[in-house]
């Protein structure tokens, strides 16, 4: 989601709010567990807030957006920033630690002073993927913290945690958002849009939306006229594997929502089935299955829609 957007959602989601405004007025605690569901605002919550702590000259909650910090940041370039990826989370050879492992963070970062500002921030994205011997050797860092170093990890539960690493931090839970905040933060979109979002504010981008639009369109098509049902097949497998500001996953994800609703409405319950088929096994993420599951679907489409009666 664009970033321009933070300031209208801080202002919808008091919790949020509150918690960003006490922590860029006081000191950021040494570590801060975000816990909850993902793609609810914590990747844009803490950004925001560790952009604001890098930043050399930040003014009332807001970083400048002008100095040095706060363009190495704009640009993915910051050397006081490490974010660890979204994978197993390995202690690292004892002499020469691969990137990424955390004798390497030790031996190689942590012993060393910020390059560019005051502090530097370590963020874990799945901190429920750090192997137990990791998190041991991590908790006798978090034991003796320096502070010149802040913690972030990022846990979709607190039992993925042991209790002495959640006991040396600052929990802040999150949750997927409530239909009636939803309708509050996009007032402008149609309930339908807001209802396949499902709470995940992350997904919402105007192209994703514009996108949902063209679907719809298609799909209304689609269930009026075999040709338009051929036409939809045409263009969605097109679309699919030659755009690629979409991944492949990601639109017929959506694509299988939208046409859930038409048919709903429609009460078309019999194809509803055949699109749960779709959806549980297109999440299996089995290599090369998409073109057996598109063809099979539109197969159940034009055989129930056009020629089974």
């Not at 100095?67 to 920033?81: F, G, Q, V, W």
Request: hydrophobic share 40%.
């Amino acid at each position: 989601m664009d970033l321009s957007n933070i300031d209208f959602l801080l202002n919808n989601l008091v919790l949020i709010k509150s918690f960003y405004e006490f922590y860029s007025t006081h000191c950021f605690p040494n570590l801060m567990i975000l816990s909850g569901p993902n793609k609810t605002l914590k990747k844009i919550f803490i950004f925001r807030l560790i952009k604001y702590h890098l930043c050399l000259n930040p003014n009332h909650f807001e970083p400048c957006n002008q100095c040095k910090s706060c363009i190495l940041l704009d640009t993915n370039e910051h050397p006081d920033l490490i974010v660890f990826p979204e994978d197993t989370i390995k202690i690292g050879d004892a002499k020469e630690p691969e990137i990424y492992t955390i004798r390497w963070l030790q031996k190689e970062k942590l012993i060393f002073r910020p390059m560019v500002s005051p502090f530097r921030f370590v963020i874990f994205l799945s901190s429920e993927l750090l192997e137990n011997e990791s998190e041991v050797a991590l908790l006798k860092t978090l034991e003796e913290p320096k502070n010149n170093t802040k913690f972030v990890f990022f846990t979709t539960s607190l039992e993925f945690l042991r209790e002495t690493v959640v006991s040396r931090g600052v929990v802040i839970p999150f949750s997927y958002f409530s239909y009636a905040q939803m309708k509050k933060i996009l007032s402008n979109k149609e309930e339908d849009f807001i209802e396949i979002l499902g709470g995940n504010i992350d997904n919402y981008q105007e192209s994703y939306y514009e996108l949902f639009k063209e679907l719809q369109l298609k799909i209304n098509l689609a269930l009026q006229h075999p040709m338009e049902l051929l036409n939809l097949e045409k263009w969605s497998i097109n679309f699919s594997l030659n755009n690629k500001s979409v991944e492949e996953n990601t639109f017929w994800e959506l694509f299988c929502m939208v046409l859930l609703q038409k048919l709903k409405q429609k009460k078309l319950y019999i194809l509803m089935d055949f699109i749960f088929d779709f959806l549980i096994k297109l999440r299996t993420d089995q290599h090369g299955i998409i073109p057996y599951l598109v063809s099979n679907l539109f197969f159940q489409l034009h055989y129930h829609l056009y020629f089974k009666s």
